[in-house]
Each structure stands twice: as structure tokens, then as C-alpha cells.
């Protein structure tokens, strides 16, 4: 596609409930970023893909949190048991090489935890 | 650990006026970012230095990388209403970004 889409844009879920959240990256990039970005903060690393394997994935705040990557495109953030420190919104990018290559990012999903 | 440090982080600005925004990292790196980003949307690509001492001007915004210092700028020249947003900076750390806290920017008559 012509850039990185992301769905849904805005999630609502009650806490304790399991949410999805998907990327669709750029056709051809071979590396996928999921970064949070909570209220008025600056955005926070939380995995890395290079094709479907996940070489980083230091910045998962906890188990509670996966991410997997299929066929080398789109790539889905799993959140079991959302807290209400889970609400923030999830951005995506992706980049034809991993480092130095510029980043694309993605609208963001907003998910709110009630 | 790769640290990216911005300031200020607030920055209220006239219309006309000069400024610069700092983007200081802790350790080496020969890439760096400058994004924008306006309320409630995504991150815009601004500017990418990939060598000490490149520099980059799109109308009225200027970047520019020391990577000796580790110290890029973001200079913004007779700011506008439109410049109106948050920036962030982010360096490159082996396989993903650092970003820094962001300088929200806000441009008044």
C-alpha cells in the first residue's frame, strides 16, 4: 500500500479484556516498529521486526504484552488482561532496512482502557 | 542505553521570531531524526542526517547534526502559525529508534 495503515483507529475495551491491534506496513519494507506514545509523551519502543522474526523486543513493558509478524508484511500487537496503564496509542512504522533506511509511521491505533 | 534528550520541552513562540530546538544523545550514533507531529495524528518525517555535519533546510526549519557533540538543532527562522506542533528528534540505536521527549511548539501573533 502507499503507507502504513493501521486498524482499528480508536479501541475501547473494559479492563481485564484482551485487545488486537494490526499493521499493514509499506509493501516491500522488510523491518516493523510498534512504539506507545501515552498522553503528552514523547513515543516508547516496544518491539522490532525484520521480516517475521523479532530480534528486539526489550521494550514490552510485560508478559501480558506479543506482537508476531506473518508472511514479512502485516504484523499484530496482542495486549491480554488490559490495565487501565495500557491506554495510549499505538503507533507502527516500517523501513526498508532496519537502521538508516527512514521510518514511515502509521496513524496510530488509540486504545482506552475503562 | 542510548539516551535523547530535548529542550525545551515547551516552547511558546511570536509570529517572526528565531529559535532553536536542541536534540542531545548519549552515545554515538551517525543518524538522526526530526519528526513532527500535530495533536490527535501521526508523525510526520521532517529531516534525516546521516553524516556529522550535514544540514537540511525546508522553508523556514533547519536541521543540522554534530554527531562529535552529539548535538543536532532544529532552528526555526520568522516562525508562522503553521509551524505550530509538537517536534521530536530521534537517533538511530542499532535497530530501532530513540526518540526524544519532543518540544511542543506554539507560535502566537
Known amino acids: 500500500g502507499a503507507g502504513v495503515s493501521q486498524s482499528p483507529s480508536n479501541k475501547v475495551t473494559e479492563k481485564g479484556k484482551d485487545v488486537e491491534l494490526r499493521c499493514d506496513p509499506i509493501?516491500?519494507?522488510?523491518?516493523l516498529y510498534w512504539y506507545r506514545q501515552s498522553l503528552g509523551q514523547g513515543l516508547e519502543f516496544l518491539i522490532y521486526?525484520?521480516?517475521?522474526?523479532?530480534?528486539?523486543k526489550s521494550g514490552l513493558p510485560s508478559d501480558r504484552f506479543s506482537a508476531e509478524r506473518t508472511g514479512g508484511s502485516v504484523s499484530t500487537l496482542t495486549i491480554q488482561r488490559t490495565q487501565q496503564e495500557d491506554s495510549a496509542v499505538y503507533l507502527c512504522?516500517?523501513?526498508?532496512?532496519?537502521?538508516?533506511?527512514?521510518?514511515?509511521f502509521g496513524s496510530g491505533t488509540r486504545l482506552t482502557v475503562v | 542505553e542510548l539516551k535523547v534528550e530535548q529542550n525545551p520541552l515547551f516552547l511558546s513562540m511570536q509570529e517572526g521570531k528565531n529559535y532553536t530546538i536542541y536534540c542531545n544523545y548519549s552515545?554515538?550514533?551517525?543518524?538522526l531524526y526530526w519528526y513532527r507531529q500535530d495533536p490527535g495524528k501521526s508523525l510526520e518525517s521532517l529531516f534525516v542526517?546521516?553524516?556529522?555535519?550535514a544540514v537540511k533546510q525546508e522553508g523556514r526549519l533547519m536541521a543540522s547534526l554534530d554527531t562529535k557533540a552529539r548535538l543536532s538543532t532544529l532552528h526555526i527562522t520568522a516562525a508562522v502559525h503553521d509551524l505550530s506542533a509538537t517536534y521530536f528528534c530521534?537517533?538511530?540505536?542499532?535497530?530501532?529508534?530513540?526518540f526524544g521527549t519532543g518540544t511542543r511548539l506554539q507560535v502566537f501573533p
Open positions: 530521534a537517533v538511530d540505536d542499532t535497530d530501532k529508534l530513540i
Open positions: 542526517l546521516l553524516s556529522n555535519g
Open positions: 512504522a516500517s523501513s526498508l532496512r532496519p537502521v538508516g533506511y527512514g521510518y514511515t
Open positions: 509493501s516491500g519494507h522488510t523491518a
Open positions: 521486526f525484520q521480516g517475521n522474526s523479532a530480534p528486539d
Open positions: 552515545t554515538t550514533s551517525d543518524r
